[in-house]
């Protein structure tokens, strides 16, 4: 998919850039980005959110999807209350406005919870004047050309209106995230299931699994923490993963080690089956009784409003066609998407992506031929099938700094990363790997890491 897009061309007059109106759907990180690029280059910015306030996920909401355990229709975010960010806020800002921490009240941490970000972003919302084009409390129900690539019907709802309301827009920017709509796996007896089991997207608090014995299915990341969270009021915490060797990784075998502060903590494999009786069946034939099962198993891409003939698609989250994960081919310029890649360094990734569309959807820079941009997409899959990425991770960088770089130049000639800033990724991921529960407070930087946060004027705290 890599192409030289260092094609720029003459701009166009301020009075013609005016004209164009542009809708932006969602208004997270990724949609605010949208927002404020596409304004520097002098459109007419109309950000629609479903939620009552900005922030996308980071929005925590108390609820979960009551009467769909499994989340699959209802709430948006899937935060949960204990969540503590696990990259450094030094690295979480936008290029020219760094996420450094408030003052009395604030979490100052270099891992803070999820309420400090949500704090930086609706304080990026004010201080670039992005509150004006957002319209709260409505959702999108359809997007649809307008009898043109270039023009676009947008029906949405508000929270309080009576009907659907519609507009006409030059160009529309998808930018709706994609941890909302759970990916489940398919394990004999779901369906039957008479117990309690729900997806991560719906887990808020500890305190309703007090004494039971719950069944984690999924050994990432986020299947690890909920686990150490559990622990702590559950009677047994077992967490499946796919082989046993998945879930050895360092932080697991240092965590299971541990069987001091972890003994109710168990690595199973993979479930095999459900019994209604409550009975769950692991590979090679062990068991445990469950209370309740949580699926960590990720999200699914889904973008239901869509009206567009199926010319982008969703199979096994390969979106697409999508040229560099933004534009498809036959409909770019006037319709984009941000903020499709996973594993990537945000918000510095999804800046990227709205620079360059904004710069696109202007007509600052030109993209290649649709037939160019369509080999592109095809070159781009066939080299991950080659190389045994699966498709479901089409779209992950997996934390790639060259690529980062090498993706931000090539599509809007962005800066390239500072070398501080990608020590202190290096440190905090093998931090992460190293001791998935104490990595947040016991770190350590280098001297010539700690020299330049200090001369740039951080001042996070450990407590």
């Not at 096994?316 to 903020?339: K, Q, W």
């Not at 904004?358 to 592109?376: C, D, I, W």
Request: contains cysteine.
């Amino acid at each position: 998919m890599e192409q030289d897009l260092d094609k720029t061309a003459s701009s166009p007059s301020e009075s013609s850039s005016k004209k164009k109106k542009v809708c932006v759907i969602g208004a997270g990180i990724s949609g605010l980005a949208a927002a404020r690029e596409l304004r520097r280059e002098g459109l007419d910015v109309t950000v629609i959110e479903q939620n009552g306030g900005v922030g996308g996920q980071w929005l925590y909401d108390a609820a979960i999807d009551a009467g769909d355990p499994l989340g699959l229709a209802g709430v948006h975010s899937s935060m949960y209350a204990s969540v503590r960010l696990n990259s450094p806020r030094e690295i979480g800002g936008f290029s020219d406005f760094p996420f450094f921490p408030t003052g009395a009240g604030g979490d100052g941490r270099r891992y803070p919870v999820h309420g400090e970000l949500l704090r930086f972003i609706r304080d990026f919302c004010d201080v670039f004047g992005l509150m004006d084009a957002v319209r709260l409390n409505t959702t999108v129900t359809r997007v649809a050309m307008d009898g043109s690539p270039s023009r676009w019907t947008v029906r949405s709802k508000h929270r309080d209106a009576a009907g659907d309301g519609e507009e006409v827009f030059d160009a529309v920017v998808v930018a709706t995230g994609h941890y909302t709509q759970p990916r489940l796996p398919a394990i004999e007896g779901m369906d039957t299931w008479r117990r309690r089991h729900l997806h991560s997207h719906s887990y808020r608090v500890q305190d309703t699994f007090a004494g039971e014995v719950v069944v984690i299915v999924g050994c990432s990341v986020s299947g690890i923490e909920l686990a150490l969270e559990l622990r702590r009021v559950a009677i047994e915490v077992h967490l499946s993963a796919k082989s046993i060797d998945d879930g050895l990784a360092p932080m697991m075998s240092k965590l299971l080690a541990a069987r001091h502060k972890h003994g109710n903590i168990h690595l199973r494999p993979k479930v095999e089956h459900l019994h209604d009786d409550g009975t769950v069946v692991f590979d090679g034939g062990e068991s445990v009784i469950a209370d309740t099962i949580i699926y960590c198993t990720g999200y699914n891409y889904s973008f239901p409003f869509l009206d567009i003939d199926g010319k982008v698609t969703v199979d096994d989250n390969r979106v697409g066609p999508l040229f560099e994960h933004v534009f498809p081919p036959s409909l770019a310029p006037s319709l984009s998407f941000i903020g499709i890649p996973a594993k990537v360094i945000l918000p510095r990734f999804v800046e990227m992506q709205a620079s360059w569309v904004a710069q696109v959807v202007s007509g600052k820079r030109t993209l290649p031929s649709p037939e160019e941009m369509m080999r592109a997409v095809e070159e781009y899959n066939a080299a991950r099938d080659a190389a045994g990425v699966p498709k479901r991770q089409t779209h992950a960088a997996f934390l790639d700094l060259e690529y980062h770089d090498e993706y931000g130049e090539r599509v809007c000639g962005f800066p390239r990363m500072e070398d501080w800033r990608k020590e202190l990724i290096r440190s905090s991921i093998s931090d992460l790997l190293g001791d998935i529960e104490t990595f947040r407070d016991d770190y350590h930087d280098s001297d010539l890491l700690g020299d330049s946060l200090r001369l740039l004027g951080w001042t996070t705290s450990r407590q």
